[in-house]
């Protein structure tokens, strides 16, 4: 098992920033891609961005281009999202991911491990 905490969440205003982590422990981090989804009240959960196990390869759903930015550090067995120019749209529960093969994908069911999610509240 990998057990993964999201931490960085809280309420910020419209154009604000915050940078969500994701620490992971448990069985080995290595080889893992991750992935950041979240959940707004009444909605599916969605997709928002992911990140192969090298960090060369990125993917982001398309209303967060150019404003959130994933990364890793794999000696910190971490995993970021810096969300800038945030939105009121962009208010949800954030979740990360962990999936078992070293290359990211955008859909919940090839993901193997989850957090327990970090609210994030922008105001307008």
């Known amino acids: 098992q990998v057990q993964l905490v999201e931490s960085g969440g809280g309420l910020v205003q419209a154009g604000g920033s915050l940078r969500l982590s994701c620490a992971a422990s448990g069985r080995t981090f290595s080889g893992k891609a991750m992935g950041w989804f979240r959940q707004a009240p009444g909605k599916e959960r969605e997709f928002v961005a992911a990140i192969s196990w090298s960090g060369g390869r990125t993917e982001y759903t398309e209303t967060v281009k150019g404003r959130f930015t994933i990364s890793r550090d794999n000696a910190k067995n971490t995993v970021y999202l810096q969300m800038n120019s945030l939105k009121p749209e962009d208010t949800a529960v954030y979740y990360c991911?962990?999936?078992?093969?070293?290359?990211?994908?955008?859909?919940?069911?090839?993901?193997?491990?989850w957090g327990q999610g970090t609210q994030v509240t922008v105001s307008s």
């Open positions: 991911a962990a999936r078992d093969l070293p290359i990211p994908k955008i859909l919940t069911y090839e993901y193997d491990y």
